[in-house]
């Protein structure tokens, strides 16, 4: 991948500007006769609306692709997904050989998604797709909140670099502009976060046999007794149960806030589709109105813009809103799903940062927080504590025999062994103030405690 002169990685925490800012950048350059058009490719149908919102408060024209009656592109820019281009590659590309010769911008939003693997190149198929589709580009621009992967491939649209770490040289991945959420914090531009992990322990059973062992959530260093906790902590049994008291204090939390925030709501995060629906029928039998989405529901996008304007108390969804869902009014999170990989932890607890000018007139700097609730998993606490800090990504030799999932930093790999987890029961509630706060921040909320 010939990346050295015109690839460009932006990193931004939600509601930094960065949708905003790559546009106005391309119109900068336009304006200078260094760019003609640009194409954004994005990973969700759902976020397109706001790009194409984007764009008009700044006279920029940009069609959504595929055109209607195969017309060809005109305007400034087409907006269009990874997987619709990879889809229609032919036809996107004949539709693109009319701006070959022209100077062009890709914008590849959450750029991470777009893994390159030399080694498996069908198992990277949206990476594969951007790279065959923007080589007339003369500059193409990575957007990001999470520069990182959990697989540790590299990705489109950045650069990768050399650098020595101790006395070995690696590979990694340097965004060329970043702001990192603890800046933004700072600035009153975004809201600090609040954690609220939910303690208790596990109880783990052979099948057919008498004995047990009880595991304690937070302490866990064994990472296959660490998942299985997990697994049975956002489970929904009786009201002592981990994944309810998780449930029971989020909606306290979001009446809390209510008293000085009133059209604001709640996410919850759930495991898979039926696992968000008991979710949603819990919430509904305690008094709220409930959003539920996934990806078998057609009306999806419509529901997530009806909330985003105040309908429902709550939205409950797997994964439809980790990345680019714009919803200010979102102030609390409930984090009950079992994948623990950082950018899928870091991606949904930011969704309830955002602010909007409205808000900001009315709050004084720095902005009240928002919060999150999760069971008090060891992987989670550890994103925690970081959450506001960005590292670069080392693109370390790959082994056949590690796994995805990152292993904890100070554990050791216990036995996998042949038990269920049984039953739980709630402990006490970790507190965990946004780390890193600004010197000022700490002062006021001491003053205030």
């Not at 590292?391 to 996998?416: F, K, M, N, Q, V």
């Not at 987890?421 to 970790?430: C, H, M, S, Y």
């Amino acid at each position: 991948m010939a990346s050295a002169n015109r690839d460009v990685l932006v990193f931004a925490g939600p509601g930094a500007g960065k949708t905003l800012g790559a546009l106005l950048a391309f119109r900068a350059l336009q304006r200078d006769g260094q760019l003609q058009r640009f194409l954004v490719f994005c990973h969700r149908t759902s976020i397109q609306s706001q790009w194409t919102a984007a764009a008009e408060r700044l006279g920029l024209r940009l069609a959504a692709w595929p055109l209607e009656d195969a017309a060809p592109p005109d305007g400034d820019g087409l907006l269009l997904t990874y997987q619709g281009a990879g889809r229609q590659r032919e036809r996107l590309r004949d539709d693109l050989t009319l701006w070959a010769g022209e100077r062009c911008l890709a914008i590849a939003d959450e750029a991470h998604h777009l893994g390159v693997d030399p080694d498996a190149p069908d198992q990277a198929a949206w990476g594969d797709t951007f790279l065959e589709l923007t080589p007339h580009c003369r500059l193409r621009m990575g957007l990001t909140g999470t520069p990182f992967r959990a697989d540790n491939l590299g990705f489109c649209a950045a650069r990768r670099i050399k650098a020595l770490q101790g006395d070995v040289v690696v590979e990694q991945i340097n965004p060329d502009l970043a702001v990192e959420p603890k800046e933004l914090i700072a600035s009153g531009d975004v809201r600090p976060l609040e954690f609220h992990f939910q303690d208790g322990w596990v109880e783990h059973s052979r099948d057919g046999e008498p004995d047990r062992d009880v595991s304690p959530l937070s302490a866990e260093q064994r990472e296959s007794w660490r998942a299985r906790n997990l697994r049975r902590a956002v489970s929904l049994q009786d009201k002592n149960s981990i994944g309810c008291q998780v449930l029971e204090q989020a909606q306290l939390g979001l009446a809390k806030i209510r008293r000085s925030h009133a059209n604001a709501a709640g996410l919850v995060i759930a495991r898979d589709i039926d696992h968000a629906s008991a979710i949603a029928r819990r919430l509904e039998e305690e008094g709220n109105t409930v959003d539920l989405v996934h990806s078998q529901n057609p009306d999806a996008a419509l529901t997530l813009r009806q909330f985003q304007g105040g309908r429902a108390d709550w939205l409950v969804s797997i994964d439809m809103c980790a990345e680019g869902f714009d919803a200010p009014r979102l102030r609390v999170v409930a984090y009950l799903t079992t994948v623990v990989t950082r950018s899928r932890f870091l991606q949904g607890i930011t969704r309830a940062v955002r602010m909007t000018p409205d808000l900001a007139e009315q709050e004084a700097i720095p902005r009240a927080a928002s919060l999150v609730f999760a069971p008090a998993d060891p992987l989670l606490m550890e994103y925690a504590r970081t959450w506001s800090m960005s590292e670069p990504y080392i693109l370390r030799a790959r082994d056949d025999g590690d796994e995805a999932e990152p292993a904890l930093t100070t554990s050791w790999r216990g036995p996998s062994l042949p038990m269920e987890a049984v039953e739980d029961g709630a402990g006490a509630v970790i507190r965990m103030k946004t780390p890193q706060l600004p010197a000022f921040l700490q002062q006021k909320q001491h003053l205030s405690a």
